[in-house]
């Protein structure tokens, strides 16, 4: 069998115009994987609601973060498929979740080159009923429907693997070289705590009361809360950074159902009240920057602190097109390929 890889991230609007913001929003907060109610409740709170009010805050927001090459997130993702191709002998697709580069397109290319057997790569460090599982079940929708004949699988969560942890601190560190900082924070893309619950294989264990995560589970396969403080308790150790120097939140919050906490925003905020003057802050939850690290973080993030008495906010980029990333990735890829089990 012809093999192939289809890496697959978020996605992005088409341009920062309200009317393509809309139309990406739309596709995006529909999906029953994102917000999780019934369509009837999900119909009146995104088309009557949320459609209504929201596009154009959000283009104004794109509007802040967009390239002349385009959409940050889809140029940063193109420059990480160009690398991995250059080391990998066998078709590499790039496709994205929701918006115009979608997950049939980029099977169609490689089938299109012959591919029968696809590696699907979330580009997601852990797993999330919104990131990986909502990819792997459409594009198991699109195989049956238009490519019965395609083999699938797929790259596990990573967010422990000793490589990807090695890499990840790798880049932290080189990018806060000379920035002194008195904290640290790890800031995650939040999601309701439902999620967690929904995903407990055990149906008991995920109690979200602080100690859950830490206490060993066959339910932390799925948990990405678990996963989440997982990658900041191992770059700490790899760091060897002092306990109280770092911690971990959740951003990027919507509506009011209780999402993972504590919030990125009143954290930052917490810290500049406590008379902090210096902090760096990283968001393992992306591969590579967009909207959320760009203009919320970057932007909206440094505003707060400095409102708050804060002088130095320093962003740590996610790992993009790092090269030390691209080569694992690429490893990764090589090893699928030459029939080695890819583990998490």
Same mark, same amino acid.
């Given at each position: 069998?012809?093999?192939?890889?289809?890496?697959?991230?978020?996605?992005?609007?088409?341009?920062?115009?309200?009317?393509?913001?809309?139309?990406?929003?739309?596709?995006?907060?529909?999906?029953?994987?994102?917000?999780?109610?019934?369509?009837?409740?999900?119909?009146?709170?995104?088309?009557?609601?949320?459609?209504?009010?929201?596009?154009?805050?959000?283009?104004?927001?794109?509007?802040?973060?967009?390239?002349?090459?385009?959409?940050?997130?889809?140029?940063?993702?193109?420059?990480?498929?160009?690398?991995?191709?250059?080391?990998?002998?066998?078709?590499?697709?790039?496709?994205?979740?929701?918006?115009?580069?979608?997950?049939?397109?980029?099977?169609?290319?490689?089938?299109?080159?012959?591919?029968?057997?696809?590696?699907?790569?979330?580009?997601?460090?852990?797993?999330?009923?919104?990131?990986?599982?909502?990819?792997?079940?459409?594009?198991?929708?699109?195989?049956?429907?238009?490519?019965?004949?395609?083999?699938? %699988?797929?790259?596990?969560? #990573?967010?422990? *693997?000793?490589?990807?942890? $090695? /890499?990840?601190?790798?880049?932290?560190? =080189?990018?806060?070289?000379?920035?002194?900082?008195?904290?640290?924070?790890?800031?995650?893309?939040?999601?309701?705590?439902?999620?967690?619950?929904?995903?407990?294989?055990?149906?008991?264990?995920?109690?979200?009361?602080?100690?859950?995560?830490?206490?060993? %589970?066959?339910?932390?396969? #799925?948990?990405? *809360?678990?996963?989440?403080? $997982? /990658?900041?308790?191992?770059?700490?150790? =790899?760091?060897?950074?002092?306990?109280?120097?770092?911690?971990?939140?959740?951003?990027?919050?919507?509506?009011?159902?209780?999402?993972?906490?504590?919030?990125?925003?009143?954290?930052?905020?917490?810290?500049?009240?406590?008379?902090?003057?210096?902090?760096?802050?990283?968001?393992?939850? #992306?591969?590579?920057?967009?909207?959320?690290?760009?203009?919320?973080?970057?932007?909206?993030? =440094?505003?707060?602190?400095?409102?708050?008495?804060?002088?130095?906010?320093?962003?740590?980029?996610?790992?993009?097109?790092?090269?030390?990333?691209?080569?694992?990735?690429?490893?990764?890829?090589?090893?699928?390929?030459?029939?080695?089990?890819?583990?998490?």
């Amino acid at each position: 069998m012809k093999k192939g890889i289809l890496l697959v991230n978020l996605g992005s609007p088409d341009s920062p115009d309200p009317k393509d913001v809309k139309k990406y929003l739309g596709e995006f907060l529909m999906d029953e994987r994102v917000i999780d109610v019934p369509l009837w409740a999900r119909n009146l709170l995104v088309k009557g609601i949320i459609l209504n009010t929201r596009p154009k805050a959000s283009a104004e927001a794109y509007s802040k973060i967009w390239w002349e090459e385009g959409s940050p997130l889809i140029v940063i993702s193109e420059r990480l498929k160009a690398g991995i191709q250059k080391q990998v002998e066998a078709p590499v697709a790039l496709a994205m979740r929701y918006g115009s580069m979608s997950i049939k397109k980029g099977l169609q290319e490689l089938v299109d080159q012959g591919v029968e057997e696809v590696f699907i790569v979330p580009l997601y460090p852990q797993f999330a009923m919104a990131t990986t599982e909502t990819i792997l079940v459409l594009a198991e929708e699109i195989r049956k429907e238009h490519f019965p004949n395609l083999k699938f %699988s797929d790259l596990k969560a #990573f967010y422990n *693997r000793p490589d990807y942890i $090695e /890499v990840l601190s790798n880049s932290i560190a =080189k990018h806060l070289e000379g920035k002194p900082f008195d904290h640290l924070l790890f800031s995650y893309h939040g999601v309701p705590e439902r999620h967690i619950r929904k995903r407990d294989v055990t149906k008991s264990h995920c109690k979200i009361d602080g100690s859950c995560c830490a206490t060993p %589970s066959k339910a932390h396969e #799925f948990c990405y *809360r678990h996963q989440c403080l $997982e /990658v900041t308790r191992l770059v700490a150790e =790899k760091l060897c950074l002092e306990e109280g120097t770092y911690s971990t939140s959740f951003q990027s919050r919507l509506g009011f159902d209780p999402w993972l906490q504590p919030y990125t925003d009143r954290t930052i905020e917490a810290l500049g009240k406590k008379g902090l003057k210096r902090m760096a802050i990283v968001t393992p939850a #992306f591969v590579s920057d967009c909207l959320e690290t760009l203009e919320e973080i970057a932007m909206e993030g =440094k505003e707060i602190f400095e409102e708050m008495g804060g002088e130095h906010f320093t962003t740590v980029p996610c790992l993009n097109d790092d090269k030390e990333w691209v080569d694992l990735l690429s490893k990764w890829m090589n090893d699928w390929l030459t029939l080695e089990t890819v583990k998490a």
